[in-house]
């Protein structure tokens, strides 16, 4: 049966339509959990964060990375995230050093040394 104002609606419109819902469902639910819409420059600079935690990461790496200046990406970082790029890599590498302190049989200065801390008793 048909309802009023419907069009039919071939199988590949639909799969394309549900898609698309998939897709904007996802990235909804991302920025609720994440409580933050963040520009592209910022989410390049989380990500290099993220696949760098265990090297020693500079201001001037991750800027070089987004292609903009230590300033620039210092105050736009600053200014989405709350906290400075400095703050949040230490804040994201002693976040690991807990995981693994309680998930590995690692040492905490064998933990120190793969995370690049300054020393162990950080």
Not at 28 to 47: C, E, F, P, W
């Amino acid at each position: 049966m048909k309802v009023p104002g419907e069009t039919n609606k071939t199988i590949n419109e639909i799969n394309d339509i549900h898609y698309r819902m998939t897709i904007e469902f996802t990235k909804r639910m991302r920025q609720i959990k994440n409580g933050h819409i963040y520009s592209k420059t910022v989410i390049m600079a989380l990500d290099y964060i993220s696949d760098h935690l265990h090297e020693k990461i500079l201001v001037q790496d991750i800027a070089d990375t987004v292609k903009y200046t230590v300033p620039y990406i210092s105050r736009i970082f600053h200014a989405e995230v709350g906290i400075t790029i400095s703050e949040y890599i230490t804040q994201k590498k002693i976040e690991a050093a807990a995981n693994m302190i309680q998930f590995s049989n690692y040492s905490s200065l064998e933990i120190s040394n793969y995370l690049q801390f300054s020393s162990q008793s950080y």
